[in-house]
């Protein structure tokens, strides 16, 4: 089955600051990868998702890129504000088509701590 | 946007009962809904995943007889804890999958089980 690998555990930056979290895969077969943020209590909300056809894809400060080859893709976060504090989890899924998102497998997270 | 929603938000029950979570889409259909098991500082781990009218599918090692799964509804499914115990504490997440673009996650429910 599908594994996914996500670095580094805690990232530390001050405000103002980008922040890279970085996830690979193991199944090429995968073809929907989303990137959700989660605060302490509640359910993951997603921030952004990338599909395989897609190479980078970018909303505001946020900006995921994915390189099928090396099956790997990334979230980036500019000018980080101290509300981006959160955990961060990849997924991915190889079942999107249509109206399918799939079974997603996820990270094992980040934990994002920006200071003021 | 769409919501879906969770109930109840916590829960506290004593060692060998039952208790019932309910996942709502409130503005969607879900012909899909996934239930996740998060413990604390880890990932989420997929349960099982269940569509309308069907008999859910649980993932290796998850207990059929013991997680109860309903997707009686497009808008309505429920994972029932059936005599539970303390390692079933956890915080359990719906997430439901309806069409084109649509996937939202539950708030959650923390169960604690004494």
């Known amino acids: 089955g599908e594994n996914v690998e996500q670095h580094p555990s805690t990232l530390s930056v001050q405000e103002g600051d980008s922040a890279v979290i970085k996830c690979t895969y193991s199944?090429?077969?995968?073809?929907?990868f989303p990137w959700y943020k989660q605060e302490l209590g509640k359910g993951p909300q997603l921030i952004i998702d990338?599909?395989?056809?897609?190479g980078e894809k970018k909303d505001q400060r946020i900006a995921v890129t994915l390189n099928k080859t090396a099956k790997h893709f990334s979230l980036h976060i500019t000018e980080t504000q101290p509300e981006d504090s959160a955990v961060y989890f990849c997924a991915a899924s190889t079942g999107a088509g249509g109206t399918s998102y799939g079974k997603l497998t996820f990270g094992q997270g980040t934990i994002l701590t920006v200071h003021p | 946007g769409a919501v879906v929603s969770q109930h109840p938000s916590w829960v506290i029950c004593k060692s060998g009962t039952s208790v019932k979570i309910e996942c709502r889409s409130l503005d969607f259909q879900a012909t899909t809904m996934f239930w996740y098991r998060q413990f604390p500082k880890q990932s989420l781990m997929l349960m099982a995943t269940?569509?309308?009218?069907?008999?859910?599918?649980?993932e290796q090692g998850v207990e059929k007889d013991k997680f109860l799964i309903n997707h009686a509804s497009l808008t309505l499914s429920t994972l029932t804890v059936t005599s539970a115990h303390p390692e079933d504490s956890s915080f359990y997440i719906c997430?439901?999958?309806?069409?084109?673009?649509?996937?939202?996650f539950g708030p959650g429910t923390r169960l604690t089980v004494l």
């Open positions: 199944d090429s077969a995968s073809n929907y």
């Open positions: 997430r439901g999958q309806g069409g084109a673009d649509t996937q939202y």
């Open positions: 990338i599909r395989s056809n897609v």
């Open positions: 269940s569509n309308e009218g069907s008999k859910a599918t649980y």
